[in-house]
């Protein structure tokens, strides 16, 4: 059942290619550039028209929240809130008549973001869901959806679940800046292409797994890890940070790449492995400088770099390289060589790395 694959959880992460396109599939048609989302039906117009966005959602599930947090105010301009299912209902919510509430949840039974979901219909909210399971509670508390089409997922550390959540959230993003007008019909065009370009350029990265390893090799017994990223890449860098964790046992914190200076760069010595998502988008000269603060303190750096950068690699320790991608889409793919160290290190290790300890596949309790 494990396909050959040591674990579920490889198995999962090679599976990429394929829940991405899943994901998908009869809603983008590169050939007329269309996009049609059934599963939203009428409250298309609904998101298009509201003035504010909620997103609720747990773990890795409330990272791929943070990254469609992103998508829709840069596309399609509309106020988003991410929001802790757990924080978000005990906290006497601000929720008005025609807010949209959208869940995020790989297993759709998650107690708090299903809790927080009734809070929200209880107040009038609109309340979508993102869920991958057909059926589950939020599936069907829900008023309407779209579905990540991510298979079951069985390792208990998400890694196909979270790319089909950011590839639906984009979709979403997508659709509802078109009917709102806000975005070009050259981006449009750009982003679809650039959808239907990804499995490919994940089956790429995963072509690369050896390289992965060996780098994976030489940081098995690091205690502390640090992740950065700015923009789309920074949930990526708190994603990258909760998955070592979960499944290595190893302290690892992810931070927005500009945080550093205001408190985590006293933590770095020669021993401090950091890892930045570092690709040629609107914040590469930033992160250049990010980088050189931290090989200044002499921390070891791991680049997670556009394929073909020469100024990068010729500043830090290790690069894992990408394909180019529109910068909006770039999660898709930084997201795949993240889960990877983790995944070897946790081997490595000798970890139980799909069933970790004190952990659960869904968090049916509070
Ligand atoms: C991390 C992980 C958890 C879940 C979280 C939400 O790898 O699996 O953080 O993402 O428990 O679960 P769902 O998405 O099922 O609501």
């Not at 927005?256 to 930045?276: N, W």
């Amino acid at each position: 059942e494990k396909g050959g694959y040591e674990h579920f959880m490889l198995k999962e992460i090679f599976e990429q290619p394929r829940s991405i396109a899943d994901s998908m599939r009869g809603r983008i048609n590169p050939e007329d550039a269309t996009l049609l989302l059934g599963g939203l039906g009428s409250y298309l117009d609904k998101i298009a028209k509201t003035k504010r966005i909620v997103i609720v959602a747990c773990g890795t599930s409330w990272h791929a929240g943070l990254v469609g947090e992103y998508l829709l105010e840069e596309l399609a301009r509309i106020n988003v809130e991410v929001e802790y299912a757990s924080e978000f209902r005990y906290r006497n919510p601000i929720i008005k008549e025609g807010d949209i509430v959208i869940a995020i949840s790989q297993s759709g039974e998650t107690a708090d973001t299903m809790a927080a979901l009734e809070l929200a219909k209880s107040k009038g909210a609109i309340i979508l869901g993102v869920c991958n399971v057909v059926g589950s509670s939020i599936a069907r508390i829900t008023h309407a959806g779209v579905y990540t089409h991510a298979g079951p997922e069985i390792g208990v550390a998400s890694t196909k679940a979270f790319t089909a959540q950011v590839t639906v959230l984009s979709l979403i993003a997508i659709a509802v800046a078109q009917k709102k007008g806000t975005i070009s019909n050259e981006l449009y065009r750009e982003l679809i292409f650039g959808l239907d370009a990804i499995p490919a350029k994940v089956e790429k990265i995963l072509k690369n797994v050896d390289k992965v390893k060996d780098i994976s090799k030489l940081f098995t017994f690091a205690s502390n890890f640090i992740f950065l990223g700015r923009g789309l890449n920074f949930p990526v860098a708190l994603e990258g940070a909760l998955k070592l964790k979960e499944i290595s046992y190893i302290h690892a914190e992810g931070y927005p790449a500009a945080e550093m200076k205001h408190g985590p760069i006293a933590l770095i010595d020669e021993d401090m492995p950091v890892v930045f998502i570092a690709i040629k988008d609107s914040s590469y000269e930033k992160i250049v400088s990010n980088i050189q603060e931290v090989k200044a303190r002499k921390g070891r750096v791991i680049a997670i770099v556009t394929e073909g950068d020469t100024q990068i690699p010729s500043m830090v320790d290790f690069t894992i390289e990408v394909p180019r991608t529109n910068e909006l889409l770039s999660p898709l793919l930084t997201s795949i060589p993240l889960q990877l160290i983790s995944y070897y290190i946790a081997v490595l290790r000798g970890r139980n790395v799909d069933q970790p300890r004190n952990l659960a596949k869904s968090v049916t309790v509070e």
